[in-house]
């Protein structure tokens, strides 16, 4: 588990950013938001996990430069069981990206019924139009507002949770596709 790998966590709320580190992923401005919250949210952990795509660099700075870099961390890329006790062991799943097409993680994360915090434009209509997920607008202020509710309140991350892996049975699943078809 991530919490026996990595114990610096210890039992604190962790926050995963999955994803390429891409500026149109939205990675600096999570490092951003999660700066401006951190003080008043002293039991979070934030986690960036995936290849730099060139903003691994300033993600850390930014972490550094706030005083975060010993309540978060920043991995290569994760695969295979790495990649799947990751997603597991978050508490949220954050991707405040300003381009997607249809982001895998984000469907993994909702079917394992975890937080989502996302933008509209991640593009996947079936959980930010069912209130699936906190979805937020891509600016600091947004993503900080939105992460800031879902550390708040841990009944409401688990409810959009619970409703997101719904939405991902109804949905995704062969049998359910199956039957639109």
Known sequence: PVRQQFPQIGSRTIVLFFARMHRKKGGALLAEAF?????????????FAGPD???RDRIERILATSG???RSLVL??????????????ADIVALPSLQEGHPRVVLEAAVLGKGLLISRECHVP???DSGAAEV???????VARGLARLLDDPCRRRELGARAAEVILSKYTWQSVAQRQ
């Open 68 to 70: 975060l870099s010993s």
């Open 136 to 142: 937020v607008d891509v600016t600091v202020d947004g």
């Open 76 to 89: 290569d890329a994760q695969s295979g069981e790495h990649r799947r006790r990751m997603l597991m062991d």
């Open 53 to 55: 795509f060139g903003e």
């Open 126 to 128: 079936e959980l930010t």
């Open 35 to 47: 700066a401006t919250i951190a003080g008043t949210h002293p039991d979070s952990f934030l986690i």
